[in-house]
T-cell receptor
Framework: KNEVEQSPQNLTAQEGEFITINCSYS?????LHWLQQHPGGGIVSLFM???GKKKHGRLIATINIQEKHSSLHITASHPRDSAVYIC???????????FGTGTRLQVTL | EAGVTQSPTHLIKTRGQQVTLRCSPI?????VYWYQQALGLGLQFLLW???????NRGNFPPRFSGRQFPNYSSELNVNALELEDSALYLC??????????????FGPGTRLTVL
């Protein structure tokens, strides 16, 4: 079993739909990242959170430390949101990231 | 403010050759991380440098090595290249061990193809 599990692996949605991507982890962490990777390969950090909830535009990330679970929500999805979304955990300050396998999102018109 | 930069963007090598990849962190960041993303596989941690020292190493053979320079830029060296080393190599930087803000910011990556 991977230390970081994501679901679903693939997700297709129509423009405007509300999307949820889930991430579960098995060990205690200091923080969790949500990352976005477009087909060109570059990775953008969307959120880093260690408790509660963060919002940026149409993106919302939540984390439940007790349940070792985080979710990434996209409201009013748009084709430009099509990308791979990766959750990554960190144990301790300034340490390496452990990655989930990613969720490939395709948003169609 | 400039982000993390990596060079080269793309690289083609043959089996057995050696390659050096370069990374410049965000100004003020002292930690540099190297990750590998092989085709069809997830991201794997390779190496972490902070203040010029290797702090942690992933489960990769010794032919993967690197260093960090006094200006905090870093090199990743891969010797005796194998076909399975073909991958996207990503560098990330953060404020580092001496400071509390440790969000990692990623560079655009170097795509290495081994023929």
């Amino acid at each position: 079993k991977n230390e970081v599990e994501q679901s679903p692996q693939n997700l297709t949605a129509q423009e405007g739909e509300f999307i949820t991507i889930n991430c579960s982890y098995s060990v205690g962490i200091s923080a969790l990242h949500w990352l976005q990777q477009h087909p060109g390969g570059g990775i953008v950090s969307l959120f880093m959170l260690s408790s509660g909830k963060k919002k940026h535009g149409r993106l919302i990330a939540t984390i439940n430390i007790q349940e070792k679970h985080s979710s990434l929500h996209i409201t009013a999805s748009h084709p430009r949101d099509s990308a791979v979304y990766i959750c990554a955990t960190k144990r301790g300050t300034a340490s390496k990231l452990t990655f989930g396998t990613g969720t490939r999102l395709q948003v169609t018109l | 403010e400039a982000g993390v930069t990596q060079s080269p963007t793309h690289l083609i090598k043959t089996r057995g050759q050696q390659v050096t990849l370069r990374c410049s962190p965000i100004s003020g960041h002292t930690s540099v991380y190297w990750y590998q993303q092989a085709l069809g596989l997830g991201l794997q941690f390779l190496l972490w440098y902070d203040e010029g020292e290797e702090r942690n190493r992933g489960n990769f053979p010794p032919r993967f090595s690197g260093r960090q320079f006094p200006n905090y830029s870093s090199e990743l060296n891969v010797n005796a290249l194998e076909l399975e080393d073909s991958a996207l190599y990503l560098c990330a930087s953060s404020l580092g061990l001496t400071r509390q803000g440790d969000e990692q910011f990623f560079g655009p990556g170097t795509r290495l193809t081994v023929l």
